[in-house]
């Protein structure tokens, strides 16, 4: 059975940081290429961050400079380090993996986890 179960959110004050974590189980880690997107109260889920298989990275514009994306492929977990938060950062933010070849596409979601930025 696979599993993202994100962990970290809460509530911070405006140019306050946290660390979102997404430990995985269940699926073969090191060759997915895992994600950070996040939906905001009437919006619809958006890209925050990627990082390939390969640690390639990738960021939306709004976050970068502020967020950083990073794998630890040993404890199956993606991490989103998250710096200089604003109100507008306000959102669940869910973990994701994909994997595709040849053959197959696959992805898989996390439940999310509430990151609230106010003073």
């Known amino acids: 059975q696979v599993q993202l179960v994100e962990s970290g959110g809460g509530l911070v004050q405006p140019g306050g940081s946290l660390r979102l974590s997404c430990a995985t189980s269940?699926?073969?880690?090191?060759?997915?290429?895992m994600g950070w997107y996040r939906q905001a109260l009437g919006k619809q889920r958006e890209l925050v961050a990627t990082?390939?298989?390969?640690?390639?990275?990738n960021y939306a514009q709004s976050v970068k400079g502020r967020f950083t994306i990073s794998r630890d492929n040993a404890k199956n977990t993606v991490y989103l380090q998250m710096n200089s938060l604003k109100p507008e950062d306000t959102a669940v933010y869910y973990c994701?993996?994909?994997?595709?070849?040849?053959?197959?596409?696959?992805?898989?979601w996390g439940q999310g986890t509430q990151v609230t930025v106010s003073s």
């Open positions: 269940g699926i073969i880690f090191s060759i997915y290429d």
């Open positions: 990082i390939t298989s390969g640690g390639i990275t």
């Open positions: 994701n993996a994909a994997y595709s070849d040849s053959k197959i596409r696959t992805g898989y």
